[in-house]
């Protein structure tokens, strides 16, 4: 009789505490996680900040949080966290212990190994009663995103034609000099404006000098990426290597360009994440402004055709007005790509050709 009282109270005692956890397992469980930067470029460190608290009396005896992230961050070991990789997504499990009024903080060293945009989507906490017989599950949607750009080359020694184009800002084209470009003093002639005039070397020489302004180039540069990995294809890329390369080449151009003061837009025939009908379109300008705006365009690009590269530059053909000096980064240059680019040429274009592999570039094209 004695072993029936024990049993039934043990059955009474497990009903109850398995009931008491299903309600209140999850109850005042606060999750959070976030990066501590916004933007990183490919190969650098960065990191994730965990936070998870039981703001009640009841201990949670366990708690089991489960995440997926897509591939390119690489996490270092860590001791209860298991990674779980598959082709496209690596999925996080990790187990928790939480006394009463507990807060647990966990920092998790990152390395953004590829470019891209790196979401923090949805966390699944599942816990239950003491036995592991029942339990409770929630899921937590988290906002936040690091967005990882293409690690720009370093174009400086390169055979291409930005040192060309950095050249041409500085000569005589036009015969209105640029009020903007200071290059040094002169002495004063007759014609010259009296509001050109500089005071203090004036005095300093005895003699009237005035602001030696140079003329500048009207210089316009417009990039265009084809995510094409060859002629025939049709949808995605199944060699991404040269193109990715062509990705961190274009940002390599537009680092070196802009930081020296030049102006440059970007246009590819890829999609964009998120938004596969919509192309990366950056109109020309210059400044820094411009330069996150293409890092991010880059890191969004997908090697998802949209349209096919020679049917895009027909249609920019027709947009383009003036002419401009254009920079084409391509796996391949066929016939009928070749009679495009031609037509930009007899609209007064400047168009050079540069061709991707996938150990980086090979020869170069030029129309002139």
């Not at 072993?3 to 497990?14: H, N, S």
């Not at 598959?86 to 998790?108: A, D, E």
């Not at 880059?298 to 920019?316: G, K, P, T, V, W």
Request: with cysteine; proline share 3%; glycine share 8%.
């Amino acid at each position: 009789m004695g072993a029936y009282w024990i049993l039934l109270v043990a059955a009474v005692v497990i009903a109850m505490q398995a009931g008491l956890f299903r309600r209140l397992a999850l109850s005042k469980i606060t999750y959070n996680r976030s990066f501590k930067v916004s933007s990183c470029f490919e190969g650098e460190a960065l990191e994730l900040i965990e936070t998870i608290e039981n703001r009640k009396v009841l201990p949670v005896p366990w708690l089991r949080v489960e995440s997926q992230f897509r591939m390119g961050l690489v996490f270092r070991g860590q001791q209860n966290l298991d990674i779980s990789e598959g082709q496209y997504n690596q999925n996080h499990k990790s187990f928790f212990s939480l006394m009463p009024w507990t807060k647990i903080v966990r920092r998790h060293y990152v390395t953004a190994a590829h470019r891209g945009i790196y979401r923090l989507g949805t966390v699944s906490m599942t816990s239950g009663d003491l036995l592991g017989s029942n339990f409770v599950v929630r899921s937590v949607p988290l906002q936040g995103k690091v967005v990882v750009y293409p690690e720009p080359l370093d174009v400086s020694e390169m055979s291409l034609p930005v040192q060309t184009w950095m050249g041409d800002m500085i000569v005589r084209r036009w015969i209105v000099e640029d009020p903007f470009l200071i290059s040094g003093i002169r002495e004063y002639r007759d014609g010259d404006s009296l509001k050109n005039i500089h005071w203090k070397a004036s005095a300093r020489s005895g003699s009237l000098q005035v602001h030696r302004r140079d003329a500048t180039a009207d210089c316009r540069i417009k990039l265009y990426l084809n995510i094409e990995d060859h002629e025939l294809m049709w949808s995605k890329a199944t060699r991404p290597e040269p193109v990715e390369y062509g990705i961190r080449l274009a940002a390599g151009v537009a680092s070196h360009l802009l930081s020296h003061g030049m102006e440059l837009g970007l246009g590819s025939n890829g999609s964009l994440e998120e938004e596969p009908n919509e192309l990366i379109d950056i109109p020309i300008s210059g400044g820094r402004e411009q330069l996150n705006l293409i890092y991010e365009s880059l890191a969004r690009l997908e090697l998802n055709r949209a349209i096919s590269f020679h049917d895009y530059m027909e249609q920019e053909l027709y947009r383009l007005e003036g002419s401009h000096d254009i920079l084409v980064l391509s796996t391949y240059v066929n016939d009928r790509l070749q009679s495009m680019l031609n037509r930009f040429k007899e609209e007064g274009h400047r168009v050079q050709v540069t061709l991707l592999e996938e150990s980086g570039l090979s020869r170069k094209e030029i129309l002139s």
